[in-house]
């Protein structure tokens, strides 16, 4: 998304000091983004009676969505509905490793505050419909930009590993859960196959 070629023109005679007047001055007539939204869906907020030790709540929804549009399909419409909660799991999973904390709780705020020229929109991620945020997305993965790919890189590792890793998400992959534990025995292992 490139602004229009008119826009580009009245922004080429402007200094830096007068550019970051006239973003002031904009911020303060309430003609930029401001990050407040009005009350987020239930799914995007963490399960009644789960407290976060590593994620704000901010980078809880904005995982969440995140991982939501990525997994897709099924998998989505089960993060709706409550059924997994892999931001949830992150929360936890961080919680042995709190050196990995920081930084994706700053990449997380990355990917929720920052506007264009950073990234392809103008409002928080949370508060962008689906197809926004897709676009968003698709814009990380494919930038010639070395950190948009590596934020790209990490919010997707981590919401893969998390969702896939709840037991809930099994029956969607086929995967019987952790062979010679429970139910599932080291024969079982022996027969099972992948599905295609």
């Known amino acids: ?14 200094s830096r000091r007068s550019f970051l007047r006239a973003v002031g001055a904009a911020a303060a007539a ?4 401001t990050g407040c939204g009005g009350e987020r869906a239930p799914w995007l907020r963490p399960p009644a009676g789960t407290a976060l030790h590593q994620l704000s709540a901010r980078g809880y929804a904005v995982l969440a969505a995140a991982t ?12 709706a509905e409550g059924r997994i909660a892999p931001a949830a799991t992150a929360d936890l999973w961080l919680d042995g490793m709190p050196e990995l904390a920081g930084p994706l709780g700053q990449g997380l705020l990355v990917l929720e505050f920052a506007v264009f020229p950073l990234l392809q929109k103008l409002r928080p991620f949370t508060a962008l419909p689906p197809a926004g945020q897709d676009g968003v997305l698709a814009d990380l993965a494919t930038s010639q930009i070395g950190w948009k790919r590596d934020l790209f890189k990490g919010v997707r590792s981590v919401a893969f590993l998390t969702f896939y890793a709840d037991p809930a998400a099994r029956p969607l992959i086929g995967h019987p859960g ?11 292992a022996m027969t099972y196959t992948v599905r295609r």
């Not at 580009?8 to 005679?13: I, M, T």
């Not at 309430?30 to 983004?33: H, V």
């Not at 952790?178 to 079982?188: Q, S």
Request: proline share 12%; no cysteine; aromatic share 4%.
């Open 1 to 14: 998304m490139r602004p229009p070629v008119a826009l580009e023109e009245a922004l080429a005679p402007l």
């Open 30 to 33: 309430g003609l930029l983004p």
């Open 178 to 188: 952790p062979f010679g534990r429970g139910t599932v025995t080291i024969a079982d």
């Open 68 to 79: 939501a549009r990525l997994v897709g399909g099924t998998g989505a419409v089960w993060i």
